[in-house]
């Protein structure tokens, strides 16, 4: 087991956003977090990377909390949104610097890059362009691709699919799939796109006013069962 929750709760004013009893996740797993909004799913993210604190519980990872110990920085990697980026940094450099920071040479990292040619549909590489000045879409590419060049053994995306166009999202899609197939890589992704959702994710988790109500494996009728619950 990955990842291990209980009695999470965190609380803003008099109302608790996030309340997980219990909750576990096994290695390999692909799981989709979905929920309308404000239904918690980003909270829990920030408390799984110890951005934020809950007020009660804990998430303990391969062990350890990750309040008390850095020991899941080793294997996690994650993009919640623009604020992972560097926005003085050209793309180049951003990933450079990522890169140093899991001692990655200049020249390791270029030859990375080159598996996301497609991912990147030359939008992102060799324009000189100061990550700040990209559209949302192509911040987005930049914070995914950052994140998987870490190799991480756990990913957290939130909305990974938002601002990106249909071509790229299949791609991403792909590319998932791809790393849980190869590197039993661990994933949890928050999106509001069901199919995209249920199309990637062996496992959804339905979040709503911060509590789990539903959890089930995906199947061929997932999708319907979703698009009815939301439908009300
Ligand atoms: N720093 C904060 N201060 C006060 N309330 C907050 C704070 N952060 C989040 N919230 C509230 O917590 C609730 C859950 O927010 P959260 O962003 O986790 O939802 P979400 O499921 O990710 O929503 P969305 O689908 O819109 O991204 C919301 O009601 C939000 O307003």
Known sequence: MILEISNLKKTYGSRTVVNINELQINEGETIGLVGNNGAGKT???RMLLDLIRPDEGQIIS???NV???DQWKNYTASYLDEGFLIDYLTSEEYFFFIGSLHNLSE???LDYLKSYEEFFNGEILGKG???????KGNQNKIGIAAALMQNPELLVLDEPFANLDPTTQIRLKSL???LKTGDKMTTLISSH???HVTDVCDRIILLEKGLIIKDFQTNENTLKELEAYFSV
Do not use: P
């Open 62 to 64: 391969k062990g350890e």
């Open 43 to 45: 909270t829990l993210f």
């Open 67 to 69: 309040a008390a110990s």
């Open 193 to 195: 796109d069901l199919n």
């Open 107 to 109: 020249a390791h990292v």
């Open 176 to 178: 998932i799939k791809l």
């Open 129 to 135: 362009k100061y990550i700040r000045d990209f559209s």
